[in-house]
């Protein structure tokens, strides 16, 4: 998992808008090959119901739920009454609070607190997400999700897909994220906005 993390942040870090969901693909794959450990702390109360590898340092709180396979840094904060589900992959020093994670892999330093949902994403270093914030990853019609590249759009040929933002992305308060989307680095969505 750590090589994935390690091009995820080069990808990132390269500020270029890409192919994110072939991270997503590698990651699904990476994630049925996570062995059970624990080198962090889970509270009472906690409930984990596939393999969690749990980085050192890091505590998942009471009343949070992990389904799935999902793969935890270090130093993390996960919960109170979090619910991470299978394909989660959150890197070192991240936040992760009274909300829920699909299959998306969240990078060092992110904070997701309150009420947010973030499903089939990247999220780069050092995000904020406000809370209530949702990261849409379904179209109603159920048609795959086209992706803006450059001057083009691309078919991910992928039914469920949410977004890609960039590092330093910060959202206010039940602003929405539309399926497909990208962040440029150090975004600012404003409080009840709708970005495509």
Excluded at 47 to 65: A, H, I, N, T, Y
Excluded at 73 to 79: D, L, S
Excluded at 155 to 169: H, I, W
């Amino acid at each position: 998992m750590l090589k994935l993390l390690e091009e995820a942040g080069r990808l990132v870090g390269k500020e270029k808008p890409f192919a994110f969901w072939e991270l997503l693909e590698k990651s699904e794959s990476a994630s049925k090959e996570i062995i059970p450990e624990s080198f962090g702390k889970i509270e009472a109360g906690a409930r984990v119901m596939g393999s969690l590898f749990l980085g050192e340092g890091s505590l998942v709180k009471s009343g949070s739920r992990i389904e799935g396979n999902v793969w935890v840094g270090k130093n993390c904060v996960i919960g109170p009454n979090a619910f991470l589900r299978d394909g989660a992959v959150i890197a070192d020093n991240c936040f992760v609070g009274i909300c829920e994670v699909k299959n998306s892999i969240i990078l060092e330093g992110t904070k997701i607190p309150h009420f947010s949902y973030v499903g089939d994403s990247v999220l780069g270093p050092n995000c904020n997400l406000g809370a209530g914030t949702k990261i849409a990853n379904l179209r109603h019609d159920g048609k795959t999700i086209m992706v803006k590249i450059g001057a083009k759009k691309v078919d991910s040929k992928r039914r469920k897909l949410g977004a890609l933002l960039f590092d330093g992305v910060k959202t206010g308060v039940n602003s929405t994220i539309n399926c497909g989307a990208i962040l440029e680095k150090n975004a600012k969505v404003l409080p009840g906005e709708f970005r495509k």
